[in-house]
Each structure stands twice: as structure tokens, then as C-alpha cells.
């Protein structure tokens, strides 16, 4: 066994939106931020002796994300997660599951993106589903066609994993995608996201109160989204709060686990 690292352990956990990050904030003591010019939420906290930063990026990733790896590598980060809710593609793969991917395959630039073994590995044992590949895309799965059709070759799809992945391996960080199940592969979405979504990757209220308003039939629905959605990110809260601690442990120990090795 090795001694204890001389530097503080850095982890850096990704969220679209705070809705999925905030049961984790309940969990644990984050402190925000202060707001740079690019507009993000930040948070941080200490978790058996190392430094977690929780960057919120937008749906999409579009809060400024290049600019966004500036504030995201300032210092060295040893562990990426990219988490938050995605859609299931495959019938087994039920609302309220947490699963982990081995792989994430980027839409937009057609990369396969390799999560880190070991921290796969970790995922399982923490009670994560174990997964062969999300699909990373640019816009909201909302019909099950669509969704049938990802289902080919992937188990979840979501929109962010792609990009941050991409971004962590070029830093040299260990990495891994990790989802909560919001919509099973045979549920349409109640709500058009993509339209109700602005440009800085935020949702907006006054554009799915204006849906519902021309669809009040859809309500119903829409309410038994958000309780499936809130469960699943409830699940995740707590499978992250396990997991992180464990990955610290593991990684602080272990001569194996030095940064920038897969």
C-alpha cells in the first residue's frame, strides 16, 4: 500500500440542471460559488479530505462549455463524473435505476469515448447497472421510434456525457458517465424539452407553462414525469454520495490509482 498523496485529491461531478443535483445538495454540506462572467453554478464541498466541484453545464452543454474548461481544469482534477437523468433505450432498463457506462458514443463528432475500467468497476460494486454504451446527443429523445432506434446500439441517451468526457480525457483525468433512468424506451416524453429549452441550455418556465397551457390534457402526464424524474435523482443522490466516498478511499491509497492512467 502506498503512502497518502501529497496533493489534495480534486473530483469534478457534471449536472445539467440543478433539479437532478439538488437531493445530492440535501446530502451534503455545498457551498456555491461566486458566479464568473460565464454565467455557471458552481458548488464545492470536502469529502474525506478531497476537494468535489459540481459544475452545473446546461441541457446541452451549452452554458459557455469551452470557455467553461478554463473555470473546470484551473487545477488538476483526478476523477470526472458526468452525471444526471437520461432515457432508458432498452425495455430492462427501468425509471428510478441508476446505470454506469463502459462507453459513450458522441453524436456530434461520432467518437466513442472509453469510460475508465476501474471506475466502472467501483460503479458496480457501489449498486450502479453496469451498461455497454450511453448515446450522447444534441437534442431530447421525446418519441419511443426514436428511442426504439438508439436502442440498437446504446442503452441510454442523454446530452451532455459526450463533450465532458471528451474534455476530462484531454486533461488527463479518469472518467465516467453515469445516469439515473427519468422515461422508460416505451414512454413519450409529456413535453416538447427542445423547444422549451433556450439557447444557454437552461428550461424555461414560461415555455412549458405556454405548452401546457395549449395542451392542458398533457398535465396528467407531465406530473407523473416529474415524480419519476425527482425519484430517479433522488436514487442518484444517494448512489453518488456512496460512490464518490469510495472512489476517494480507493483512490488515495492505491498506487494504481495515480492520475491520468485508464
Known amino acids: ?49 478531497a476537494k468535489v466541484d459540481v459544475l452545473l453545464t446546461g441541457i446541452g452543454c451549452k452554458k459557455a462549455w469551452v470557455e467553461a474548461t478554463k473555470i473546470l481544469w484551473d487545477a488538476d482534477v483526478d476523477l470526472c463524473i458526468s452525471s444526471g437523468l437520461g432515457g432508458g433505450l432498452k425495455s430492462e432498463h427501468r425509471p428510478g435505476e441508476v446505470l454506469a457506462a463502459e462507453s459513450v458514443f458522441a453524436e456530434e463528432t461520432k467518437t466513442l469515448i472509453s469510460c475508465s475500467s476501474e471506475l466502472v468497476e467501483i460503479a458496480a460494486s457501489c449498486g450502479a ?22 436502442g440498437l446500439q446504446a442503452d441510454v441517451v442523454e446530452m451532455e456525457s459526450g463533450e465532458i468526457l471528451y474534455e476530462a480525457g484531454a486533461f488527463g483525468a479518469k472518467r465516467i458517465a453515469v445516469r439515473a433512468i427519468s422515461d422508460a424506451v416505451e414512454e413519450i416524453l409529456p413535453l416538447d424539452f427542445n423547444r422549451a429549452t433556450t439557447e444557454s441550455g437552461d428550461l424555461s418556465m414560461a415555455r412549458v407553462l405556454g405548452q401546457l397551457a395549449r ?13 419519476q424524474s425527482r425519484l430517479a435523482a433522488e436514487n442518484l443522490a444517494i448512489f453518488l454520495d456512496t460512490y464518490v466516498q469510495k472512489l476517494i478511499m480507493a483512490y488515495s491509497v492505491s498506487p494504481a490509482h495515480e492520475r491520468g492512467r485508464a
Not at 443535483?21 to 458552481?42: I, Q
Not at 398533457?218 to 414525469?225: D, E, G, K, L
Open 1 to 49: 500500500m502506498s503512502c497518502p498523496r501529497e496533493t489534495e485529491m480534486r473530483v469534478l461531478v457534471t449536472f445539467a440542471m440543478d433539479a437532478e443535483f439538488a437531493p445530492w445538495r440535501k446530502l451534503r454540506s455545498f457551498t456555491k460559488l461566486p458566479r464568473t462572467n460565464l454565467n455557471l453554478d458552481r458548488y464545492s464541498t470536502e469529502i474525506d479530505g
Open 129 to 150: 447497472k453496469i451498461v455497454n454504451r450511453f448515446h450522447s446527443t444534441d437534442h431530447v429523445a421525446l418519441g419511443t421510434d426514436e428511442k426504439r432506434a438508439l
Open 215 to 227: 395542451d392542458p390534457g398533457s398535465v396528467p402526464s407531465v406530473i407523473r414525469f416529474g415524480l
